[in-house]
């Protein structure tokens, strides 16, 4: 029998991984490194685990083997099968399955005491053990069919089985939905005390893990689009903090550690973004982005340009600011943009990009996409330090950024009424890539794309921006 001393050294050292992991995160420069960093913790944490549970004769190897197997199998596919478009919803699911995970080792844990009758009599350990089989299993099964929900939106909906018809989720919720939503949580909570009074009884089990798994659904189904980073990382946030709860059900200190941490860390990003958007954390979970759902429908025109165009006004330019939004990832045209900007800067003109904190569809979701395409970090700019560059920028090159972009929010009137946005429309030109004039998430109509010095290149990002290239080089 191997000394207990050595797990707890081996978890010990997995935590410290995953917290140097996170530290490197920080940085989009050094995120790679914490990310081979935090994997490694992960791996000497299932490696300590399944080593101690073989030591101790509680499964056989086959199983062990078996699991990593699998998992194993499973987690290459879906990481190296996956578009970067599909980036969003394939976090949201790992969020998910996180969340999942947790609840069902609370669930095991609390069947196999009932059936082994290893029940703590009434004191503080049956407080404590309940209370957290309880709490896990309410957060868990939340953040998995909240997850799966939020999945399922940034998708724009499921195919239902048997037909080729999809189903869309609605952005908006009527107002009694938050009381019901309120009624689900004290439902929980009252199901969770009835376990402590009656621990024996299964019933008050499963109800926490039907009422859980709808007031996740719940939860999720209003959020409008435009919140959907916001979401995410709070959801993260849940799946960490289930973890967390999970590792006191079964006395595992490198799942409270990390789980603790992966809770804070999320729940710290989640109030960034929300003071990005300038909105609570009250108002994202409970008020859709863009009010009833509604959205404006464009009257006014304006003509488009061509690429030559665009290419002529590019010619001796100095300054030009790339400004990447969605319509990026969707057209997946990051490398045409990459490709762009190295023509810029070799004929000596300054490139930079304006990151929104909420473009996109999860946090950092820019980033990502440009550092696929070997854009340099120190490019990479956040809004409130770039703000300041736009006046002194020949073009500002806008590729299908919508909300972000939008003057309105300074007027203080409308659903973006507030939302910090980048200051676009104070660039001496202002090229736009985008599809049509349509709205965005907010539902908003968008007076940036009707200015005077605002060309429009109307059509798909990665073919508007390869003529655009074309362009460039025949000049």
């Known amino acids: 029998m191997v000394s207990a001393a050595v797990w707890d050294i081996g978890y010990l050292v997995a935590a410290a991984l995953f917290i140097f992991g996170i530290k ?3 940085s989009p420069k050094t995120a790679p490194r914490g990310n081979r960093i935090g994997a490694m913790g992960m791996f000497l944490a299932v490696l300590v685990t399944v080593a101690r549970m ?9 199983l062990i083997v078996g699991g990593l197997a699998i998992g194993a199998l499973i987690g290459a596919l879906m990481a190296t099968r996956i578009e970067m478009t599909g980036m969003p919803e394939l976090v949201a699911l790992f969020n998910g399955f996180g969340g999942g995970a947790s609840a069902l080792v609370a669930l095991s844990e609390v069947l196999r005491r009932l059936k082994e009758g290893n029940v703590p009599e009434p004191g503080v350990e049956l407080y404590a053990v309940w209370v957290a089989i309880g709490l896990s299993g ?11 929900v939020a999945m399922m939106k940034l998708k724009g909906g499921f195919v239902v089985p048997l037909t080729k018809k999809w189903l869309r989720f609605p952005t908006w919720g009527p107002p009694w939905l938050n009381a019901v939503k309120l009624l689900l949580l004290i439902g929980s909570l009252y199901l969770i005390w009835m376990t402590i009074q009656e621990p024996s009884n299964k019933a008050y089990i499963w109800g926490i893990v039907g009422l859980s798994s709808l007031l996740g659904i719940l939860f999720v189904i209003p959020i409008g689009g435009a919140d959907m980073p916001v979401v995410v990382s709070m959801l993260n946030s849940l799946s960490g903090i ?7 059900v079964i006395g595992n200190n490198v799942l409270i550690i990390a789980g603790s941490m992966v809770g804070a860390a999320g729940m710290i990003l989640t109030f960034i973004m929300c003071k990005a958007m300038n909105r609570t954390l009250r108002e994202v979970l409970f008020k859709a982005f863009g009010g009833t ?3 404006d429908q464009p009257t006014r025109t304006k003509v488009g340009s061509d690429p030559e165009e665009v290419a002529m006004v590019l010619d001796g330019a100095q300054k030009v600011i790339v400004v990447p939004g969605y319509g990026m990832a969707v057209s997946q045209s990051q490398h045409a943009v990459k490709e762009f900007a190295d023509m810029m800067e070799a004929a000596d003109c300054e490139v930079s990009y304006a990151i929104h904190p909420v473009a996109g569809r999860m946090p950092g979701h820019m980033n990502v996409l440009l550092a696929e395409a070997n854009v340099p970090y120190e490019q990479l700019i956040e809004m409130d330090d770039i703000n300041s560059e736009f006046t002194d920028c020949d073009v500002a090159l806008v590729i299908g950024a919508n909300d972000t972009t939008n003057p309105v929010a300074r007027t203080g009137e409308g659903p973006l009424a507030g939302m910090p946005i980048l200051d676009v429309d104070k660039a001496r030109v202002v090229v736009i890539i985008k599809r049509s004039l349509s709205v965005g998430y907010a539902g908003v109509d968008n007076d940036l794309f009707y200015m005077e010095k605002t060309m429009m290149l109307f059509g798909d990002g990665k073919k508007m921006m390869n003529e655009l290239n074309s362009a460039i080089k025949e000049l």
């Open 24 to 26: 490197q995160l920080s």
């Open 54 to 62: 073989y030591s101790e004769g509680i499964i056989g190897w086959e």
């Open 138 to 148: 309410l957060v868990g099964w939340m953040t998995l069919t909240g997850s799966l």
């Open 242 to 248: 289930a973890a967390a709860f999970t590792g006191f």
């Open 293 to 295: 759902g509604d959205k």
